[in-house]
């Protein structure tokens, strides 16, 4: 049975006959493993959002196939809520909901930040629409989403700036002639997953002050570039484009940048914005800090008067054209 999802995608799917609404309810994988038979059919949720039976009601608990379902990254199994009605079910949690959740509302708090910083209305709500639906792409996944869960793990700071980081390249894309709706949404979510493989990386280098890390430390943390490309090479539904962002977000046109050094027209295009839209959230980051009030336009100014050479020429040009655009408030 291959009951279709409705959207809200984590919340509701329904059966094609008859066309009843069913409410999902999630449970947690480690609380079923606990169980010694099923409470109800017990489904998996699949990349394109069906649901596949795994269990049936009543069935012994199979630990064994359960388990290469968790070895895969799925924490989470589905029932319906009606099926469940006379279960317990309240030592049940559902922590990948409450991720989402707590994603949701940073990424508001995010595109607050980016209007105060001054883009205006037009290209604000457009990046914000592309942020949502990528939202939703990585939550359909249970591979991606429980990875990415993992990802949040590490802070709301990362997590912050990798959503800055997502919607500010969705505005640099819009103010190019970039025009496939396909692109902007590669450019968001390899944005948004772009130091999706920091989670990867040893606790002692995550916490340190990166200007006292030792050379083999740097090195190690340099990989988190390849490692988010790796991992999410694993998911098939990943398009191309997004791994090469992950890949290559820290390479620089004039060679300085890592893992490879590679230069200018070596590096990926969607890769080359997303590494432009970090650098400018690094040193928006790096402003907050210090206390000192910024915009978006005095963040572009001073990286066209700084930093212009480490990136595509093409490129500062449109962020000099950004600054006569519309996208920007005066
Ligand atoms: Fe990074
Ligand atoms: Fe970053």
Known sequence: MFPKLESPAHT?????????KITVKSLKMDAVLKLETAPSNLYIKLPDGRFLIVLRAGNRIDHDRLNKYAGRGVTTLYSSEQDLVDVDVSDVADPDKAKIEALEKLSDAVFDELRVLGVTEKSFNHAKAIGKAVRNLLERDPVLSSAFAKFQDLGREDTRHSLMVSALSTVLVSSMDWVKPATHENVAMGALLHDF??????????????????????????????????????????????????????????????????????????????????????????????????????????????????????????????????????
Request: without cysteine; hydrophobic residues 40%; charged residues 25%.
């Open 12 to 20: 509701k799917f329904v059966t094609s006959e008859p066309k009843t």
């Open 197 to 330: 493989g920091l989670f990867t990386m040893p606790t002692e280098i995550l916490s340190a002050d990166p200007s006292t890390l030792s050379v083999v430390d740097r090195k190690i943390l340099e990989g988190h570039a390849e490692n988010g490309r790796a991992l999410l090479a694993q998911v098939k539904t990943i398009p191309e484009d997004v791994m090469m962002i992950v890949a290559q977000h820290h390479e620089r046109s004039d060679g300085s940048g890592y893992p490879l050094g590679l230069k200018d027209f070596y590096i990926h295009p969607l890769a080359r914005v997303v590494g432009l839209a970090n650098e400018l959230v690094e040193n928006y980051e790096t402003d907050r800090k210090a206390g000192r009030r910024t915009s978006l336009r005095l963040l572009i100014e001073g990286l066209i008067g700084a930093q212009a050479s480490k990136f595509n020429r093409d490129l500062i040009k449109s962020l000099r054209s950004m600054l006569e655009s519309d996208i920007l408030a005066k």
